[in-house]
């Protein structure tokens, strides 16, 4: 894209967004129900995977949450496409990778058990960004705005913690909450220094104001 101009694919973007807000309510709805409904879980935590037909549903299910992560990548497609170079971070591009390598070593290793609630949660944080982005593009005021980073942050504090139960438990092999505590632990330093530069650097430009 270097000698080329911005591509005007705001459609294909609206479009893609609506199908990521869709694909996520749908995986934050069929988790709970498939929670709620199997007679193997007792509880939001502290699951064991069940082999064969009794954890199929959950199974498949996580690994439709980690092949979207592969979609999500279009995420970064778009931005070099529309020339926003900025956006395109080293946090950004981080933040995909390592999810993606995360997501395949849980359907690699135990796609079952408690792995639907890291799953879960990034789902419903996920409906809530697609939401925005939607909303921005078609130049919508969007309520929750602000409150995202701060959501993102939260989840990954949920999931440290969920990652901690699991780990005191041993209701999954080690590797799966220790990787997902390597994850979270990335996740808040990372979007904490974003947090800290983005919101202190706009405290002092309205100071200035």
């Known amino acids: 894209m270097e000698n080329r101009e911005p591509m005007k694919i705001r459609p294909y973007i609206f479009t893609y967004n609506l199908y990521q807000c869709i694909l996520n309510v749908w995986c934050v709805g069929a988790f709970i129900y498939e929670v709620y409904t199997n007679v193997w879980y007792t509880s939001a935590w502290g699951n064991t995977a069940q082999p064969g037909v009794k954890g ?40 995909h990778v390592l999810l993606i390598w995360a997501w395949f070593m849980v359907c690699k290793v135990e ?15 996920h409906v809530l960004m697609y939401a925005y982005y939607t909303l921005a593009l078609v130049g919508v005021p969007c309520p929750w705005k602000k409150m995202i980073t701060n959501m993102q942050m939260l989840q990954f504090a949920v999931c440290l913690t969920h990652a901690g139960f699991v780990i005191y438990t041993g209701n999954a092999p080690v ?17 904490g220094i974003f947090y800290v530069k983005t919101y202190n650097k706009k405290k002092i430009v309205d100071k200035s104001e």
């Open 56 to 95: 199929f549903r959950i199974g498949f299910l996580v690994w439709v949450h980690y092949i979207n992560k592969y979609v999500e990548l279009l995420d970064t497609a778009f931005m070099i496409l529309r020339k926003k170079n900025n956006q395109v971070s080293f946090l950004h591009c981080y933040h």
């Open 175 to 191: 590797i799966l909450p220790l990787g997902q505590a390597f994850v979270m632990i990335n996740m808040l330093v990372l979007f």
């Open 111 to 125: 796609a079952g058990g408690d792995s639907y609630f890291g799953a879960t949660v990034n789902s419903a944080i």
